[in-house]
């Protein structure tokens, strides 16, 4: 499994200003094909510094939960680190 990139990001208007939501597309390498799949994500600024970043799959994926969600983390806070995300 490889995360390919994160498309059609849209940022949801939220009136907390330490949370913001997001939608997009997450290309995906599963089995030498890509997939798209639909996600919401967040990323929560916390207290102490760090933030939280939270990520909710939109359609089934014929694959393991656990690593997919941990590398979609990585990469959304790799995107988020970078700037890459829309204000």
């Given amino acids: 499994m490889k995360i ?5 990001i849209v ?8 949370r913001r939501l997001y939608s997009g597309i997450a290309v995906l390498e599963l089995i ?3 997939v798209d ?3 919401d994500f967040s990323i929560e600024q ?5 933030k ?6 939109i359609d089934t994926v014929d694959y393991p ?3 997919l969600m941990s590398e ?5 806070g790799d995107l988020d680190s970078k700037g890459s995300l829309p204000d």
């Fill in 4 to 8: 390919i990139s994160v498309k059609d």
């Fill in 11 to 18: 940022r949801k208007d939220v009136p907390i200003y330490y």
């Fill in 32 to 34: 030498k094909k890509p």
């Fill in 37 to 39: 799949v639909r996600i």
């Fill in 46 to 50: 916390k207290p102490t510094g760090q």
């Fill in 52 to 57: 939280e970043i939270l990520v909710t799959l």
């Fill in 65 to 67: 939960l656990v690593p």
């Fill in 72 to 76: 979609l983390k990585k990469h959304i």
